[in-house]
């Protein structure tokens, strides 16, 4: 099927895209102390090519991938809100019994850099500024895939470390 084949190409892309702003990022270097938690969207989302519904929760979601698969279907099997401190890891199970965990790291210029693992298959760190979003492909599910959006919100602190 066609839109298996591209979402596995969802997957080797998301997990490239990811790890290349990872190679990008910075050595660590001085932390500044935060104390306001860091809010973390997290969607497990089911998406598939067979003719289904759209979850209204997740419309935006589908908007996006819609631009680039053939998305006949999109359900919210899981959205959670997690609110986490610098260095402390959250963790949410996937229907497959695997889990995926985030854990903040730091503030920088480009963003906050949170450490993402989705087990057995990703382990990386991305840079995403208040209010955006990462999404990334997982697991075979039923007769699509799971995706994973993380959406962290948080208010940066006023000095940053220079050269981030």
Do not use: C, K
């Not at 080797?12 to 306001?36: C, F, I, K, S």
């Not at 819609?66 to 899981?78: A, K």
């Not at 609110?83 to 480009?110: I, Y």
């Not at 007769?143 to 220079?162: F, H, I, W």
């Amino acid at each position: 099927m066609r839109f298996s084949r591209v979402l596995r190409g969802f997957t080797t892309l998301a997990a490239l895209a990811v790890a290349a702003g990872a190679a990008h990022a910075q050595q660590p270097g001085r932390e500044v102390a935060h104390a306001t938690p860091v809010h973390v969207e997290v969607l497990i989302g089911y998406v598939s090519a067979q003719p289904g519904t759209i979850d209204p929760a997740a419309a935006e979601l589908a908007r996006m991938l819609g631009r680039e698969f053939n998305l006949q279907t999109l359900r919210v099997l899981q959205l959670r809100q997690l609110s986490l401190a610098l260095r402390q890891m959250g963790q949410v199970d996937l229907p497959t019994g695997h889990w995926v965990s985030v854990e903040p790291e730091e503030f920088t210029p480009r963003g906050l850099r949170m450490g993402v693992e989705v087990q057995g298959m990703l382990r990386t760190h991305v840079n995403v500024p208040s209010g955006n979003q990462v999404v990334i492909g997982a697991y075979s599910y039923e007769d699509g895939r799971l995706v994973v959006r993380l959406a962290p919100t948080y208010e940066a602190p006023q000095s940053l470390p220079e050269g981030r």
